[in-house]
């Protein structure tokens, strides 16, 4: 079993690729990884967001996430090869269903829409704030 440490390393660049190029840079280094993950981590956090509404929109997000984490960081290999069957097997259950799941999709993004517009139209954020003595 790989300990921490392994999971970490770089995943084998090509040589002479851009990654390659980057790794090979004392300083680029370190700021390139932590770019990939944050770029990473922006993407889960954005499918994560998306979880609230229904049907299959927080696995994409997710799916670009973890694939731009695979290529710097050897944790998330795994974990993208999980994920993207989890997201194949969601697809074939939509395409088995296809006007269910566009209903449910397009509700969902409409709830959503009117969600924020009714947040912004009646300004629930300033008013929680007065409520909450913020």
């Given at each position: 079993?790989?300990?921490?440490?392994?999971?970490?390393?770089?995943?084998?660049?090509?040589?002479?690729?851009?990654?390659?190029?980057?790794?090979?840079?004392?300083?680029?280094?370190?700021?390139?990884?932590?770019?990939?993950?944050?770029l990473?981590?922006?993407?889960?956090?954005?499918?994560?967001?998306?979880?609230?509404?229904?049907?299959?929109?927080?696995?994409?997000?997710?799916?670009?996430?973890?694939?731009i984490?695979?290529?710097?960081?050897?944790?998330?290999?795994?974990?993208?090869?999980?994920?993207?069957?989890?997201?194949?097997?969601?697809w074939?259950?939509?395409?088995?269903k296809?006007?269910?799941?566009?209903?449910v999709?397009?509700?969902?993004?409409?709830?959503?829409a009117?969600?924020?517009?009714?947040?912004?139209?009646?300004?629930?954020?300033?008013?929680?704030?007065?409520?909450?003595?913020?």
């Amino acid at each position: 079993m790989p300990d921490e440490d392994e999971a970490l390393d770089p995943v084998a660049a090509p040589p002479g690729s851009f990654r390659a190029r980057m790794r090979s840079k004392p300083g680029v280094r370190e700021a390139y990884r932590v770019g990939v993950f944050l770029l990473g981590l922006g993407c889960i956090a954005l499918g994560l967001a998306l979880a609230v509404l229904p049907g299959p929109l927080t696995i994409p997000p997710i799916l670009l996430g973890l694939w731009i984490w695979s290529t710097e960081f050897r944790f998330a290999h795994k974990l993208f090869e999980a994920f993207k069957q989890k997201g194949h097997d969601a697809w074939e259950a939509a395409k088995r269903k296809p006007v269910t799941s566009a209903v449910v999709t397009v509700g969902g993004l409409v709830g959503a829409a009117a969600a924020i517009w009714a947040v912004q139209r009646y300004d629930l954020v300033e008013r929680a704030r007065d409520a909450v003595g913020i």
